[in-house]
């Protein structure tokens, strides 16, 4: 574990390092002393997508670690989109929770994080003490949605990164526009500098491919294989919901009952696109805190 005055500033002393889980080596910043809090990013992000989250929940008293998950930024980076599973992704998660000396952790995740996070929960019930979702569909209420013409047409790039090659040839173009159109809705709008980190990260050797990998990995899981490995969750769950989402409806908010029996509430902020974390940065960090907090 390193301090570095190369990481950027997020309000608080970042500490570095890496977990070597399995045959995967995970790359995170860490802040705060106290129960362990694992920060989850989704796409196009990485650990820098919670620069808002970390200082405060490390104040509040928490260890505060926000991985690059597999296939972004300085994690490693597998060739082979059946290597991106979210079965694999969430064991990544299991075994970093390990990796830091804990045995459960408190969980967060955002988008591709969600769904990694959701996962994580069923499948290792016993390293997840409570849950929270930023914008992220339970995998089956996301199932269900992708019947409906206006999910599909909202999720019309999953099928596109599903095919073979041609989106690692597309994202770069126009100084990877493609990535930084999926950015554009949030508000107020991220800034050029904070920008020029996801660039940074998304031209990290391989990072496009691994990005680009979850979906494929995802499309060609059949639905029925899929729902057949669900699992109720028996973690007190959070779910925190921008309403202005672009990508996702807000119908897909609320999980069913008996996949989330311990579910705390939906809160839903009406302002607030997918980029919650980023448009509603005080409300989401106070929703956090108190979810985790001892009294709670």
């Known amino acids: 574990m390193t301090s570095t005055s190369l990481l950027p500033d997020v309000g608080t002393e970042l500490r570095e390092g890496y977990a070597e889980v399995g045959d995967q080596r995970l790359h995170y910043v860490e802040a705060g002393e106290g129960p362990l809090l694992v920060l989850l990013h989704g796409f196009p992000e990485f650990w820098f997508g919670w620069r808002l989250q970390i200082a405060p929940l490390a104040a509040a008293g928490f260890r505060v670690v926000a991985p690059d998950t597999r296939g972004y930024n300085l994690s490693s980076k597998p060739e082979e989109f059946k290597d991106y599973g979210v079965d694999l992704l969430a064991a990544d998660i299991r075994g970093l929770i390990g990796e830091l000396g804990a045995e459960s952790a408190l969980l967060v995740g955002h988008d591709w994080g969600g769904t990694i996070a959701w996962t994580t929960a069923m499948n290792h019930p016993e390293a997840v003490d409570r849950l929270a979702i930023l914008n992220a569909a339970h995998p089956r209420k996301l199932g269900e949605g992708l019947h409906h013409p206006s999910q599909l047409r909202k999720s019309w790039y999953f099928f596109f990164f599903a095919t073979p090659a041609l989106p690692e040839e597309v994202v770069h173009l126009r100084d990877w526009h493609f990535f930084r159109h999926f950015m554009e809705d949030a508000r107020p709008p991220y800034t050029d ?104």
Do not use: C
């Not at 921008?242 to 902020?269: F, K, W």
């Open 193 to 296: 500098e904070e920008i020029e980190r996801y660039v940074e990260a998304w031209s990290q050797p391989g990072a496009a491919a691994g990005m680009i990998n979850y979906y494929r990995a995802s499309v060609r899981q059949s639905q029925k294989e899929a729902a057949a490995k669900l699992r109720p969750i028996s973690a007190p769950t959070l779910v925190i919901w921008g309403e202005r989402d672009s990508y996702l409806g807000s119908d897909l908010a609320e999980p069913h009952a008996d996949d989330v029996p311990n579910l705390d509430r939906v809160e839903r902020l009406a302002d607030a696109s997918h980029w919650v974390h980023h448009d509603e940065a005080e409300r989401v960090n106070q929703l956090l805190i108190d979810f985790f907090s001892p009294a709670a």
